[in-house]
């Protein structure tokens, strides 16, 4: 049997792992490495973009790391990512939720903008198999010049 104190380091390692590998998706996110991010991908990942899909193209379920990582490719050759900000990240257990801005430059019309989007995930075996973004649509519309 483990002790109260051996659980909560277990607990914290969890957590620390977690927040890690957040941490590191979106930093590999405005590297454009796509198969970085791969590495933290469970094969049966549900992506879901929220919004308007006329507004945001990308505002579909997808299922499957392999889908998963096709439209994060297509993202990154419309929009150049130049970094996020995370101001609010919550871990509780294996579920994950964080406001972030994120820097974005549209590769076409080189527009730039600020985009808030709020982000839930959950991690299963260390890997994140739901995500889900909620993006600022009325940003990505003026990032597009609409």
Not at 59 to 87: C, D
Not at 95 to 106: D, E
Request: glycine share 8%; with cysteine.
């Amino acid at each position: 049997m483990r002790s109260d104190d051996t659980l909560g380091r277990l607990a914290r390692l969890d957590r620390e792992m977690i927040e890690h590998r957040v941490r590191t998706i979106f930093e590999r996110r405005a590297d454009g490495d796509i198969a970085g991010i791969s590495e933290y991908v469970a094969e049966d990942i549900v992506y879901k973009v929220q919004g308007e899909w006329t507004i945001y193209p990308f505002s579909r379920p997808v299922h499957g790391k392999g889908a998963f990582l096709q439209i994060m490719a297509a993202i990154n050759v419309m929009y150049e990512n130049l970094g996020s900000t995370i101001h609010e990240l919550v871990i509780d257990n294996e579920r994950v939720a964080l406001h972030r801005t994120s820097r974005m430059r549209n590769r076409g019309t080189g527009a730039m903008i600020s985009v808030d989007v709020c982000d839930f995930m959950r991690f299963r075996d260390g890997l994140v198999n739901e995500f889900s973004e909620y993006p600022d649509s009325a940003a990505i519309a003026k990032l597009d010049g609409r």
